[in-house]
């Protein structure tokens, strides 16, 4: 296991890592470029690839291109960039979104990640296809939990084919402390990622979605898939079996949000599943302001896809999201430094986003709105 002391005062700085896997580490681009080597190559196509032509892929990072922000002279100070969500308190504005299968990339795997997500007091999601068996990692994000934190640890929940086995995953939740379910809503189906096939890519014996062991499998045909497939009535029930506040994951539509929120809901994420299951569809933070608008300001609204940046963080912010959701990084890291690898990550995008914030004149997070973005590029 993991322990905390392996993630904890990771404040120094970001520019140099200690074990540099092909030089400096200045950015996440960087550690996309170095853990290219270090990934088995149907590995690699497996979590960077996308569906189809991979347009939504690629549509989720130019469209942060497209957002300019305006800067405020004469105005810059220290940011307090510290956020509430759900009852629970982050350092920033940044989550690790629900990964499958992280001890793919890192033999320590979703330990690592959880680590470093509570030493940097950023949020972290496990995923329902979790490699690492969850009474372990939530045992590991405790012990790296700085004393009195409630940095939010969440459940990503797959609604399975049997409702018995939905259920015993949401107990299990629930009795470790996990402090949320996630319902991925926007992939009943897999999409077509062509990279992967080609790669031959096959999920190794010995790295399993061990929470799944013993459960009905899903379905293997299309037509069973999607008689399988779960509806608003699901939602529903999993509202009414758990105490857990509930969020939907890969809402695009604003009509759908609406929908969420008539159900109790307590929130949504704007996501395209990585650009993974539908191509064709609009990047992530162009479908944000309609979902924002539709809720309201009191809905939780988080987004996913494409972040890579602090600015696009701030550019999320500023356009209706209380946080943002760290995917393929996580994965990056992972590969090239495990526990620390994954802790400097979210320290160089929380860098950035104090930077970019003192640039913008906003002194807190509530600071970062429209006013801050270049009206022709989004509006």
Not at 277 to 283: M, S
Not at 306 to 312: E, T
Not at 348 to 375: P, Q, S
């Amino acid at each position: 296991m993991v322990q905390a002391s392996t993630v904890d005062n990771m404040n120094a700085s970001t520019a140099r890592v200690a074990t540099q896997p092909s030089g400096p580490i200045f950015s996440l681009a960087d550690y996309e470029k170095a853990s290219r080597h270090m990934i088995d190559e149907g590995v690699w196509h497996y979590i960077h690839g996308g569906a189809g032509d991979g347009i939504t892929l690629a549509r989720n990072r130019s469209a942060f291109d497209d957002i300019r922000l305006m800067p405020r002279v004469l105005a810059a100070g220290l940011p307090d960039m510290r956020c509430s969500l759900l009852e629970s308190t982050l350092a920033a504005p940044i989550l690790l979104a629900p990964l499958a299968l992280q001890k793919l990339v890192h033999r320590d795997g979703e330990l690592a990640s959880v680590a470093a997500a509570m030493a940097q007091d950023c949020g972290f999601v496990l995923s329902t296809l979790t490699s690492s068996p969850m009474a372990t990692v939530a045992h590991s994000a405790a012990s790296a939990s700085t004393k009195g934190a409630t940095t939010p640890l969440w459940f990503q929940l797959y609604i399975q084919p049997d409702w018995q086995d939905t259920l015993s995953l949401i107990r299990r939740a629930e009795d470790l402390g996990f402090g949320a379910l996630v319902i991925t809503v926007d992939a009943p189906i897999t999409g077509l990622r062509l990279a992967e096939l080609r790669a031959g890519f096959s999920v190794p014996e010995h790295i399993q979605p061990v929470e799944l062991a013993g459960m009905k499998a899903a379905p293997t045909s299309l037509e069973d898939l999607l008689a399988a497939a779960p509806g608003w009535h699901s939602i529903e029930a999993v509202c009414a079996a758990t105490r857990l506040p509930v969020m939907l994951k890969g809402v695009l539509s604003p009509e759908d949000a609406l929908k969420a929120k008539a159900l109790g809901i307590a929130g949504v994420i704007v996501s395209n599943h990585g650009g993974r299951v539908l191509d064709g569809v609009p990047g992530t933070i162009e479908c944000l302001p309609a979902v924002r608008a539709a809720v309201g300001p009191e809905m939780t609204v988080l987004l996913d896809g494409g972040v890579r940046r602090g600015s696009d963080i701030a550019k999320a912010l500023c356009l209706g999201a209380d946080a943002v959701l760290i995917g393929r990084p996580l994965m990056q890291a992972l590969a090239c430094e495990g526990a620390l690898g994954v802790a400097r990550m979210l320290k160089i995008l929380k860098d950035e986003l104090a930077m970019v914030m003192a640039l913008l004149g906003a002194k807190r997070i509530k600071d970062l709105n429209r006013h801050c973005l270049w009206k022709q590029s989004c509006c």
